[in-house]
């Protein structure tokens, strides 16, 4: 009987145990004695060391300041952070890691994986890099808005799934990362004393960043490789700006795998002209959408010329080799084709134009 007592009180405990989690040391997670995290902002220290800084976000009227660590490892820098602030700080609502230009270049797994192995991290956080000095942009903006952290966070959400920006989470990455041939991509920004502004989409190679979309590219992939519009799609050269730009992409590669064939048709209106263009009539309006009709098979030949170059797949112009009954190019073979193929890029534009014009 006293046997069957104790395998009784046995099965209790470890049942207590697994409800509580596996240590028996149960945490005390009481709201007035932790912080949530928003963001980790990760940049070059001394020693090739990190600096990783976030914000205290507290939960009382408190005044936000900004927390910076030297570390070498992440979760060393956890440990700093809580040595530094009298509440403990949980990552569980970590939504952004912001990673300098310099060590993106230099290669994001060992960040990534890290992060990856902590169950208390989204896979869902949005990942960013950034040139210049993040930490300086937001000391100086604190002055004027606090919750700068929520604002940054509620700007992600807000264009993500849009089109406009590139935005991108975790999840996202590490599935292009992990694809055959495919070429993860980052929003980049640049801060400064004043602004946080985003200038294009970062292209990376394997886990290193090697290349950042200029004005026109970029405007060029959102179009064709990612959500197929723009609200204003400005093209200085020609001194003009195209609204409600719709792009609907028709891609064939050859059996060869030697010729790359990319239609585009664009529709959309003229919102603005800054040159003097007489196109009263259909004749000059056919004639002002053929000339950015080949002003944009230029640029976009352009830009996917600097992918064949750097040998990187951001379109993800792979998936157009997929036949059936035929056995897919592996990663490596599809680069080597992909850097010597020939482009012929066509553009059908039709705009709508400021005023009625006159047949």
């Not at 300041?65 to 070498?72: A, C, E, G, N």
């Not at 992440?74 to 700093?80: A, D, I, R, V």
């Amino acid at each position: 009987m006293k046997h069957k007592h104790t395998k009784t009180l046995f099965f209790i405990f470890v049942n207590i145990i697994a409800l509580f989690g596996c240590s028996p040391i149960a945490e005390k997670n009481l709201i007035e004695e932790i912080a949530p995290v928003t963001f980790w902002s990760i940049q070059k220290g001394e020693d090739e060391n990190y600096r990783m800084s976030t914000l205290i976000p507290p939960l009382v009227k408190e005044h936000k300041r900004l927390l910076t660590v030297q570390v070498d490892l992440l979760k060393e820098g956890m440990k700093g952070f809580n040595l530094k602030y009298y509440r403990e700080l949980k990552v569980g609502q970590l939504r952004m890691l912001l990673i300098s230009e310099e060590i993106a270049k230099e290669g994001i797994s060992p960040l990534i994986d890290t992060i990856l192995t902590d169950p208390d991290i989204s896979k869902r956080l949005y990942l960013a890099v950034v040139r210049g000095n993040f930490d300086e942009y937001i000391n100086n903006q604190l002055k004027m808005q606090e919750d700068l952290d929520y604002y940054l966070y509620r700007m992600f959400k807000h264009y993500d799934n849009q089109g406009k920006l590139t935005i991108i989470n975790l999840h996202q990455f590490m599935k292009t990362l992990h694809s055959p041939a495919h070429s993860p991509v980052v929003p980049v920004f640049e801060a400064s004393d004043e602004n946080f502004q985003y200038l294009g989409t970062g292209i990376f190679k394997n886990d290193k960043l090697i290349e950042t979309t200029n004005n026109m590219e970029e405007q060029i992939y959102q179009l064709i490789g990612n959500d197929h519009f723009l609200k204003y799609f400005a093209i200085r050269d020609l001194s003009i700006v195209l609204g409600h730009v719709k792009a609907n992409s028709q891609l064939n590669i050859d059996k060869s795998y030697s010729e790359l064939n990319l239609n585009v048709q664009l529709n959309g209106r003229l919102d603005e002209i800054a040159r003097k263009h007489n196109i009263l009539t259909s004749d000059e309006l056919s004639r002002f959408e053929s000339e950015i009709e080949s002003y944009l098979e230029k640029q976009t030949t352009k830009f996917l010329k600097k992918l064949q170059e750097n040998k990187v797949d951001p379109l993800q112009l792979r998936n157009y080799t997929l036949r059936p009954f035929s056995k897919p190019l592996n990663g490596r073979e599809w680069l080597n084709r992909w850097e010597l193929m020939k482009l012929k890029v066509d553009y059908d534009l039709k705009i709508q134009p400021l005023t009625d014009i006159k047949n």
